[in-house]
T-cell receptor, first 110, second 112 residues
Framework: QKEVEQNSGPLSVPEGAIASLNCTYS??????FFWYRQYSGKSPELIMS????GDKEDGRFTAQLNKASQYVSLLIRDSQPSDSATYLC??????????FGSGTRLQVQP | DAGVIQSPRHEVTEMGQEVTLRCKPI?????LFWYRQTMMRGLELLIY????????DSGMPEDRFSAKMPNASFSTLKIQPSEPRDSAVYFC??????????FGPGTRLTVL
């Protein structure tokens, strides 16, 4: 079992819709959770971090964490074509640094 | 702020040659990370440093890979000898604390 799992996609949504990206992790001791966005040919950039159960909102982005279910998600409201990218879920567990999922490719159709 | 700086941006070399990748972290950051990204394996952590000291090198694939951080503003990742399977994009990232990491633009390595 991979430590951090994501559906590779592509996830296709129409412009203006809500995009929902999901991630599960295997280690219950994981304490910090992140969503990175990576455009093709570019480096990952941090979108959101979340550390406790519940929702965290930042503009059009909402991160949701459920430690009991070992599940973290990212919602993108009013999706724009410029949101088309690969979204990487990442987790910190113990002394280890970030462990990344394989990413979900999002396509927003104009 | 210049961000994380990596050089070279592209490197093409022949199998068996030595390759050295360079990274300058953001000033004031105390953590530095080296990652490798391929289509098959995704983004993998190779090694990370805290205050110039290697903390976890369990991701370094084999003895052909070595990394150093002689001071707070410079790190190198060396591959000797290089092999075609080392072809990938290598990212350096830095952070204050382990979590909010800022990535450099990456070095695209091609080993022929």
């Amino acid at each position: 079992q991979k430590e951090v799992e994501q559906n590779s996609g592509p996830l296709s949504v129409p412009e203006g819709a809500i995009a929902s990206l999901n991630c599960t992790y295997s280690d219950r001791g994981s304490q910090s959770f992140f969503w990175y966005r990576q455009y093709s040919g570019k480096s990952p950039e941090l979108i959101m971090s979340i550390y406790s159960n519940g929702d965290k909102e930042d503009g059009r982005f909402t991160a949701q964490l459920n430690k009991a279910s070992q599940y973290v998600s990212l919602l993108i409201r009013d999706s724009q074509p410029s949101d088309s990218a690969t979204y990487l879920c990442a987790v910190i567990t113990g002394r280890r640094a970030l462990t990344f999922g394989s990413g979900t490719r999002l396509q927003v159709q104009p | 702020d210049a961000g994380v700086i990596q050089s070279p941006r592209h490197e093409v070399t022949e199998m068996g040659q030595e390759v050295t990748l360079r990274c300058k972290p953001i000033s004031g950051h105390d953590y530095l990370f080296w990652y490798r990204q391929t289509m098959m394996r995704g983004l993998e952590l190779l090694i990370y440093f805290n205050n110039n000291v290697p903390i976890d090198d369990s991701g370094m694939p084999e003895d052909r890979f070595s990394a150093k951080m002689p001071n707070a503003s410079f790190s190198t990742l060396k591959i000797q000898p290089s092999e075609p399977r080392d072809s990938a994009v290598y990212f350096c990232a830095s952070s204050w604390g382990r979590d909010t990491q800022y990535f450099g633009p990456g070095t695209r390595l091609t080993v022929l």
